[in-house]
């Protein structure tokens, strides 16, 4: 199957600080990926989609101009969580679609002091 | 959206078979079924995908009745590294990959 990968895996920042996490797609060329945020013990839950060339659409309740979504090729898609505080400490995952199906990457855990 | 409903959890033992269901009643037409595995710390690994009667790959069965209001994942022989978390997503038209809550598998020696 298509490969995913994220990076880092995992990262501690200071509160106030941002931090950018990026998706590839590795043996495939991806015009939409998505990214999640996974809380302990709960489900993944979409933040955006994130469209090659144009804008990412974010779902309801999400800021966009906290957490950033660049799209600039199609094998490459970054999350930026800007001004980070302790209550964004969360497991990210990101995703490319192929068809009907959904291939993720290892996902980033993000540490804010 | 087709919303899913699964257990919250389940147990089995070393060697049995295990069989989570998922209950979604508004699907569509061209929606798919697709499960998702999922460990600590680690990206969900896609494990089938069907959109009528019966899907069977090395891993898993999945079979899903005529209304495709629910389906069945079906795991032969379960061991120890089978305990993890389980998704049923409905897939529409190749967009909105919506998780529900997941099925929180334990295999027992």
């Known amino acids: 199957g298509a490969v995913v990968s994220q990076h880092p895996s995992w990262v501690i920042c200071k509160s106030g600080t941002s931090v950018k996490i990026e998706c590839r797609s590795l043996?495939?060329?991806?015009?939409?990926m998505f990214w999640y945020r996974q809380f302990p013990k709960q489900s993944l839950m979409l933040m955006a989609t994130?469209?090659?060339?144009?804008?990412?659409?974010?779902e309801q309740g999400v800021e966009k101009d906290k957490f950033l979504i660049n799209h600039a090729s199609l094998t490459l898609s970054t999350l930026t969580v800007t001004s980070a505080h302790p209550e964004d400490s969360s497991f990210y995952i990101c995703?490319?679609?192929?068809?009907?199906?959904?291939?993720f990457g290892p996902g980033t855990r993000l540490t804010v002091l | 959206l087709a919303k899913t409903t699964q257990p919250i959890s389940m147990d089995s033992y070393e060697g049995q078979e295990v069989n989570i269901t998922c209950s979604h009643n508004?699907?569509?037409?061209?929606?798919?079924i697709t499960w998702y595995q999922q460990f600590p710390s680690q990206g969900p690994r896609f494990i089938i995908q069907?959109?009528?009667t019966k899907v069977t790959n090395e891993v898993a069965s999945l079979f899903i009745p005529a209304d495709r209001k629910s389906s069945t994942l079906s795991l032969p022989r379960v061991s120890l590294s089978d305990t993890a978390v389980y998704y049923c997503?409905?897939?529409?038209?190749?967009?909105?990959?919506?998780f529900g809550p997941g099925t929180r598998l334990s295999v027992l020696p």
């Open positions: 508004n699907i569509a037409t061209n929606d798919y």
């Open positions: 995703s490319a679609r192929v068809d009907n199906e959904q291939f």
């Open positions: 994130s469209n090659e060339g144009s804008k990412a659409t974010y």
């Open positions: 997503l409905v897939v529409v038209n190749g967009q909105n990959f919506v």
């Open positions: 069907g959109y009528k």
């Open positions: 043996d495939f060329q991806a015009t939409t």
